[in-house]
Antibody, heavy 121, light 107 residues
Framework: QVQLVESGGGLVRPGGSLKLSCAASGFIFSDHYMGWIRQAPGKGLELVSY????????KDADSVRGRVLISRDNAKKSLHLQMDNLRVDDTAVYYC??????????????WGQGTLVTVSS | DIQMTQSPSSLSASVGDRVTITCRAS??????LNWYQHQPGKAPKLLIFAASNLQSGIPSRFSGSGSGAVFTLTISSLQPEDFATYYC?????????FGQGTRVEVK
């Protein structure tokens, strides 16, 4: 079955750390760029970070730059997001997304169900 | 970063209505524009990629058009399962950004 399953969310205090994981199945993981997208309560979607197929390129949103590290393990078909120095405004549902490429066009064609990260004292 | 602005922010419509959502970019994004549907508690779904290409498995009542800085998503005949929030997203630069969303509600 083609799917993405996120894990690792939870409650963490401001300044704390959390590592999110995404397990992929049903497709050739190493063929796809992958990314993390979040939705804060009552807000819209925001790209957090994405990574190329062989990890040679990564891009982080300005709002998280210097506080997150995206990584992937193609052998284990897994994607990760290490988040440090978490802030209250990082509270959100975090989605794992697969990127499809059509020429030079990228789009998130497969999404997980999301994992909730709550940053609160 | 390129700012994406959707209009309206919300709309009320009935089953069978034709619905049009507009997305404007703060600068040209060529045709590097995608549309997504998001229902509460569900994973977002890709509807349209590269401005006008229908994603596999998406009903033909959904269509996208535009290029440069103005784009539209049209639902030709709204169905009960289409009540959701719709987002545009630009992929022109490496800093991809989403619009704020358009919520389509039952009239």
């Amino acid at each position: 079955q083609v799917q993405l399953v996120e894990s690792g969310g939870g409650l963490v205090r401001p300044g704390g750390s959390l590592k999110l994981s995404c397990a992929a199945s049903g497709f050739i993981f190493s063929d796809h760029y992958m990314g993390w997208i979040r939705q804060a309560p009552g807000k819209g979607l925001e790209l957090v970070s994405y990574i190329s197929t062989e990890s040679g390129f990564t891009k982080d949103a300005d709002s998280v730059r210097g506080r997150v590290l995206i990584s992937r393990d193609n052998a284990k078909k897994s994607l990760h997001l290490q988040m440090d120095n978490l802030r209250v405004d990082d509270t959100a549902v975090y989605y794992c997304g697969r990127l499809a490429q059509a020429g030079s066009h990228f789009s998130f064609d497969l999404w997980g169900q999301g994992t909730l990260v709550t940053v609160s004292s | 970063d390129i700012q994406m602005t959707q209009s309206p922010s919300s709309l009320s419509a009935s089953v069978g209505d034709r619905v049009t959502i507009t997305c404007r970019a703060s600068q040209s994004v060529d045709t590097y524009l995608n549309w997504y549907q998001h229902q509460p508690g569900k994973a977002p779904k890709l509807l349209i990629f590269a401005a006008s290409n229908l994603q596999s498995g998406i009903p033909s009542r959904f269509s996208g058009s535009g290029s440069g800085a103005v784009f539209t998503l049209t639902i030709s005949s709204l169905q009960p399962e289409d009540f959701a929030t719709y987002y545009c997203q630009q992929g022109y630069t490496t800093s991809w950004t989403f619009g704020q969303g358009t919520r389509v509600e039952v009239k």
